[in-house]
């Protein structure tokens, strides 16, 4: 079965940087699109960045775009996403998945607060 399990959240101040990492299982890693998502308190899921397969083509979200990398290592069935600049109004739950999606798992959460 389809696992995703997120790890890396924590509390960091306004301006820190923060790295979550994305560990898959039950399935073939490289065969799957991936990407993040987050959702504030009070607020609709959004997508943060996508990535395709090989990590050729890779979208961001306006609000995070220059600040936030996604990139994968098919090989340790791993995605990551790495934030800098982080802003207050970064704080969410952060989510990973797969294109089409499958089930959502826990999330691991992000406060940025001074």
């Known amino acids: 079965q389809v696992q995703f399990v997120e790890s890396g959240g924590g509390s960091v101040q306004p301006g820190g940087s923060l790295k979550l990492s994305c560990a898959a299982s039950g399935v073939i890693f490289s065969i799957l699109r991936m990407g993040w998502y987050r959702q504030a308190p009070g607020k609709q899921r959004e997508m943060v960045a996508t990535?395709?397969?090989?990590?050729?083509?890779?979208n961001y979200a306006n609000s995070v775009k220059g600040r936030f990398t996604i990139s994968r290592d098919n090989a340790k069935s791993t995605m990551y996403l790495q934030m800098a600049s982080l802003k207050p109004e970064d704080t969410a739950v952060y989510y990973c998945n797969s294109d089409p999606q499958s089930d959502w798992g826990q999330g691991t959460l992000v406060t940025v607060s001074a």
């Open positions: 990535i395709s397969r090989f990590g050729d083509t890779r």
